[in-house]
């Protein structure tokens, strides 16, 4: 096994993008993978399950596809409707999400069956039980298909209520864009929505009816600038689409 030290430079120049920056070393450890990340919250570790796709897959955009847990049948359907619009762009980026029900259920589940790099985000150890628990063979594919399971605590870690925020910083600050279907105006959503301001990550919500409880956190999240408003996912083939919401990725 190898622990992986990563430095990410994103520019803050958005009309002067810059390509992806990181760094590697390698070193033996004789247990789990580890990533050494250079984040916003200071993090030292990041523990990874499975494939590393963040460090094997850094020409891919990141695309992070979070939500409510009380999902609605429309927001279902945007959900699998995103990530089939992603995975039409040339650029096939990788799919990040946490495991929690609803949103983030769909959207890995959709990303798999695209073929789309998956990572989940959890806020417990990565050998310590999957949850929620439902989500179990969920887990066990994303490993299967080549994917991983990311957290930022090491084994033995419950997930209390604190590691969900942190949880929510981690993915957004790995996630060059997060899209958000539907959420309500509180949430881990609206955590990492807020957080992508000190990150650079870019942030896209589906604009819903005043009066669906499931769409006022994205509705606010529009009003206050802190998403842009996503009318056409249709758009999300286009990557020139991607490359205009500044993300940025490796290039020769």
Known sequence: MNTYAIVKNLSKDLSKPTPWQELFRYRETDDIRQTDTASAEQIDTVYVKGRNVLLEEVRRPRVAIIGTRDMTPYGRDVTSSIVCALAKNPARPVIISG????????????????????????????????????????????LEKGGCILSPFPQMTMPTAWNFITKNKVLATVSDLIIIPETKVRGGAIISARYADKTGAVVAAVPGRLNDETSRGCNRLIGTGTAHALYDISLLENPSYLRNLNIMFKQD
Not at 105 to 120: D, F, H, M, Y
Not at 122 to 133: E, F, H, L, V
């Open 99 to 142: 495991l929690a029900l609803g949103v983030e259920t769909q959207a890995l589940n959709a990303a798999l069956e695209q073929g789309l790099p998956t990572v989940a985000i959890i806020a417990n150890g990565t050998d310590d039980d999957i949850y929620p628990s439902h989500n179990t063979e969920l887990g066990k594919k994303i």
